[in-house]
């Protein structure tokens, strides 16, 4: 995927949700993989042009495993002139060693975005910007009905009560394999993933479900995404573009 395309879905979704307002700063979480490192570059290249006037900085939540090496990621920051500030905490040690969590991804995302808000505040920032993309939507979907028997996803704008921060996700329109593309060819510093039981979670089950149902019935991604983006689920009322285009 080429430059061009990726500032031109992430812009659509900006404009259609009214994600960045003049004067916003934005705080954008970095986790060191490649929807994260995408973000980044898609939010940095819109700031030189786009209508709003913003301002950036990059977080990263250590989460206390050793051989996490985010040195090349600060070179990237640096290269694109965006503040970066890494919070170390002991996340996996109380996830995995203390409480001996069955299921940690819950709690320890939980921690996680405890320590990022509370840097995001510490920094003045109002907004903070997350790299969930396209799949990740609906495999949130997926996850809900069967796991939870109900229907919710992501939202593409939510306002946390408990800290003022906005959340924004301006890579909804944009497809896993894209990003992954983007990521290669553009030499981006992508770490792996230390988690221990990264790609043995439900999200990975439910994306392999999507993967058999699209190949079983061609087109039925979209059909998916269309349904979570047309729908009255909590937070996806009609974007700006669709009623605009209706008056």
């Known amino acids: ?116 808000n509370e840097k995001a505040n510490s920094l003045n920032c109002n907004k903070v910007a997350y790299a969930h993309h396209k799949d990740d939507i609906m495999e949130t979907l997926m996850m809900s009905l069967l796991f939870e028997g109900r229907l919710s996803s992501f939202e593409p704008v939510t306002y946390l009560d408990k800290t003022g921060l906005t959340v924004i996700r301006p890579l909804m329109f944009l497809e896993e394999r894209d990003i992954r593309s983007f990521a290669l060819e553009n030499h981006l510093p992508v770490q792996k993933n230390p988690c221990p039981v990264d790609g043995y979670t439900k999200r990975e089950y439910a994306k392999n479900l999507i993967k058999q149902l699209n190949k079983e019935n061609p087109g039925a991604r979209e059909r998916i995404f269309h349904a979570i983006t047309s729908s009255n689920l909590p937070g996806w009322g009609e974007s700006e573009h669709v009623r605009t285009s209706k008056q």
Do not use: W
Request: glycine residues 6%; charged residues 30%; hydrophobic residues 40%.
């Open 1 to 116: 995927m080429k430059l061009q395309r990726l500032l031109s879905l992430t812009r659509k979704a900006i404009d259609d949700y009214q994600m960045i307002q003049d004067g916003d700063r934005i705080a954008v979480g970095i986790s060191g993989g490649k929807d994260s490192l995408t973000l980044l570059i898609a939010l940095t290249n819109l700031k030189r042009f786009y209508p709003n006037k913003f301002e950036l900085e990059a977080i990263s939540v250590n989460l206390g495993y050793n051989e996490f090496d985010l040195s090349e990621v600060s070179k990237l920051c640096k290269k694109l002139e965006v503040s970066y500030t890494v919070v170390d905490t002991d996340i996996a040690h109380i996830v995995f060693d203390e409480r001996k969590e069955k299921n940690p991804c819950s709690l320890c995302a939980k921690l996680r975005k405890g320590a990022f």
